[in-house]
């Protein structure tokens, strides 16, 4: 089993429209919960944080399930520049941070 | 200036050549890492250096050999590598103690030829 398992997609969207990806992981010791953006031939960059409580971020909204080991990410009112590789992130820290990736979904928005 | 910063950009070896690619990074973090990123293939996570001290190798094989010199900066020597080695190599650092998130640098494109 995938230590970090996500839908590949890719997602197709038209532009205004909200999109939900969902992430699962294996390891119940990981601690800390991230939601990463990659665009084509880029690095990965930080999109947002995952809190237990839920968070959000403009039109960008993360919940954890710890007791399911399950991840979301909702995108409202989707725009073209949201078109890129959405990575789920797992901090197995256990001594020292060790991020732990999925293999990522991809979101095509269009016109 | 970008937080993390990697040269060269691209890379192109010989199976026998040796190169190194560095990292640099003005975050004032004290753990880096190395990553791999093949073709539709999730990032793999080859190294994990945390102060300075080597503290995870995930079975990566002997033809890649990282050296941490100080906080700041980051190694990655390369020699007779294979075809199959050819990837997006991409360096990150955090700070322990924090939740963990990672900053990465643009990354060096490798083709073994």
């Known amino acids: 089993r995938k230590e970090v398992e996500q839908d590949p997609g890719p997602f197709n969207v038209p532009e205004g429209a909200t999109v939900a990806f969902n992430c699962t992981y294996s390891n119940s010791a990981s601690q800390s919960f991230f939601w990463y953006r990659q665009d084509c031939r880029k690095e990965p960059k930080l999109l947002m944080s995952v809190y237990s409580s839920g968070n959000e971020d403009g039109r960008f909204t993360a919940q954890l399930n710890r007791a399911s080991q399950y991840i979301s990410l909702l995108i409202r009112d989707s725009k073209l520049s949201d078109s890129a590789t959405y990575l789920c992130?797992?901090?197995?820290?256990?001594?020292?941070?060790?991020?732990?990736f999925g293999a990522g979904t991809r979101l095509a928005v269009h016109p | 200036e970008t937080g993390v910063t990697q040269t060269p950009r691209h890379l192109v070896m010989g199976m026998t050549n040796k190169k190194s690619l560095k990292c640099e990074q003005h975050l004032g973090h004290n753990a880096m890492y190395w990553y791999k990123q093949s073709a539709k293939k999730p990032l793999e996570l080859m190294f994990v250096?945390?102060?300075?001290?080597?503290?995870e190798n995930n079975s990566v094989p002997s033809r890649f050999s990282p050296e941490c010199p100080n906080s700041s900066h980051l190694f990655l020597h390369l020699h007779t590598l294979q075809p199959e080695d050819s990837a997006l190599y991409l360096c990150a650092s955090s700070q322990e103690g924090n939740s963990g998130e990672a900053f990465f640098g643009q990354g060096t494109r490798l083709t073994v030829v």
């Open positions: 992130v797992v901090n197995i820290a256990g001594g020292y941070n060790k991020l732990i």
């Open positions: 250096y945390s102060l300075e001290e080597r503290v």
